[in-house]
Nanobody, 120 residues
Framework: VQLQASGGGLVQAGGSLRLSCAVS????????LGWFRQAPGKEREFVAAISLSGRSTYYADSVKGRSTISRDNARNTIALAIRSLKPDDTAVYYC??????????????WGQGTLVTVSS
């Protein structure tokens, strides 16, 4: 599975952003597609995930209630929209795919990251 993330940029606190990830290649064994982020000096953390069918989603507490992950089957993309952005949301965001059964671990295909910077 190949993944290509896009949509990062500089946003003011309180604003919103929509990240997109193009998915290609063999996805027949993929269970879920997800977003992770890594802030400067911190470990990479799970943000949100969506099942390959798009029927199920799962969110980290840090973004729950102000983010939406979605899947566009026609375009073979996933998107992550985050509202009410905070400076703590500043990070490199990665999209990933997993063939396992965990929402938050075991991702084995990764795209390149896209940088999101939230200014206060």
């Amino acid at each position: 599975v190949q993944l290509q993330a896009s949509g990062g940029g500089l946003v003011q606190a309180g604003g919103s952003l929509r990240l997109s990830c193009a998915v290609s290649g063999r996805t027949f064994s993929t269970y879920a597609l997800g977003w992770f982020r890594q802030a400067p000096g911190k470990e990479r953390e799970f943000v949100a995930a969506i099942s390959l069918s798009g029927r199920s989603t799962y969110y980290a507490d840090s973004v729950k209630g102000r983010s939406t992950i979605s899947r566009d089957n026609a375009r073979n993309t996933i998107a992550l929209a985050i509202r009410s952005l905070k400076p703590d949301d500043t990070a490199v965001y990665y999209c990933a795919a997993t063939s396992g059964r965990s929402w938050t671990e075991g991702y084995d295909s990764w795209g390149q990251g896209t940088l999101v910077t939230v200014s206060s």
